[in-house]
């Protein structure tokens, strides 16, 4: 028998983490990831379960605490996933989850420092806050972010920098101590309306707000509608995709709901480069 790749088995690991503390079935059997008032919700997201192994029979977690377990599940594979790669990405890497409610949000990273000094600026003329509001104050879930490299790193191969150039760039620790954001990783367990939105908004504040390049954007997410995914992965410009916690399965359940319009949304996803699976994510953020 061939033996499975690292992804695979971080992703059979992901599932198993994932059934134990928060995808549960409780006592009405409706997995706690569908809408329990939403007959194909509840069907799609039991024959995911189905394929991926029966969840647990505890009590549905409240949405905050559900959403705080998805967080560190999702943290936890992508550590034990992207961090594996160095030999395709080198660097010194880590996947650091933010609090939420953290007053410094995306500040302590080189990208976003001056949000810092924007903030205390607004503390000490409240006006100002009437004119910036608050939106410049980015709390991601996960991100992925590289440390500044030394001198000594990057000249290993042979003198690439001296003290006569490159005297800006953030990667270098002589110019820069501050870690960069690499990546911004949004989890949401389910996507009713509102957080689809807010996973928009916190993109579109990465974007605007930043001061060099662009993290990558992502969305990871465990909701079984195809229409609820649509809402937030169709169209172009703020997230660069969104990835689905088991989207082969997800495929052969609405294949087996014979819903011709959730059959056609989701192969729109797939194939219009909207939609991935979680597997895709490390060698994504690899690019």
């Known amino acids: 028998m061939k033996r499975k790749g690292l992804i695979q088995a971080a992703r059979t690991q992901f599932h198993a983490a994932l059934m134990a503390k928060v995808l549960t079935l409780g006592d009405g059997k409706v997995p706690s990831n569908a809408d329990k008032n939403n007959n194909a919700s509840v069907k799609i997201a039991l024959a995911i379960l189905d394929q991926i192994g029966i969840g647990s029979n505890a009590k549905r977690l409240a949405a905050q605490s559900a959403g705080n377990?998805?967080?560190?599940?999702?943290?936890?594979?992508?550590?034990?996933?992207?961090l594996r790669l160095m030999h395709i990405r080198p660097g010194e890497?880590?996947?650091?989850?933010?609090?939420?409610?953290s007053r410094e949000g995306i500040a302590r990273f080189e990208q976003y420092a001056h949000l810092s000094a924007l903030a205390d600026a607004c503390k000490q003329l409240p006006q100002l806050?009437?004119?910036?509001?608050?939106d410049y104050i980015i709390s991601p879930d996960v991100v992925v972010i590289r440390i500044p490299e030394p001198d000594s790193n990057i000249n290993k191969p042979y003198a690439i920098v001296d003290d006569a150039t490159a005297l800006l760039t953030s990667l270098r620790c002589k110019?820069?101590?501050?870690?960069?954001?690499?990546?911004?990783?949004s989890c949401k367990f389910t996507l009713r309306s509102d957080r689809a939105q807010n996973a928009r908004s916190e993109a579109l504040n990465l974007i605007r707000n930043r001061k060099g390049r662009v993290p990558h954007i992502a969305v990871m997410t465990a909701e079984p509608l195809p229409s609820r995914l649509s809402s937030l992965a169709l169209?172009?410009?703020d997230i660069d995709c969104v990835y689905h916690f088991a989207l082969p399965e997800l495929k052969k359940a609405v294949e087996a709901l014979g819903n011709d319009d959730s059959r056609e949304l989701l192969s729109i996803m797939?194939?219009?480069k909207r939609l991935r699976?979680?597997?895709?994510?490390?060698?994504?953020?690899?690019i």
Do not use: M, Y
Not at 175 to 185: F, Q, R, Y
């Open 69 to 82: 377990e998805f967080e560190e599940v999702c943290a936890a594979f992508l550590e034990s996933t992207f």
């Open 93 to 101: 890497w880590k996947i650091f989850r933010i609090t939420q409610g």
């Open 129 to 134: 806050k009437s004119v910036l509001g608050t």
């Open 175 to 185: 110019n820069n101590t501050l870690p960069l954001i690499h990546a911004s990783v």
């Open 235 to 237: 169209g172009t410009g």
């Open 270 to 272: 797939i194939e219009g």
């Open 277 to 286: 699976d979680i597997s895709d994510l490390p060698l994504d953020l690899a």
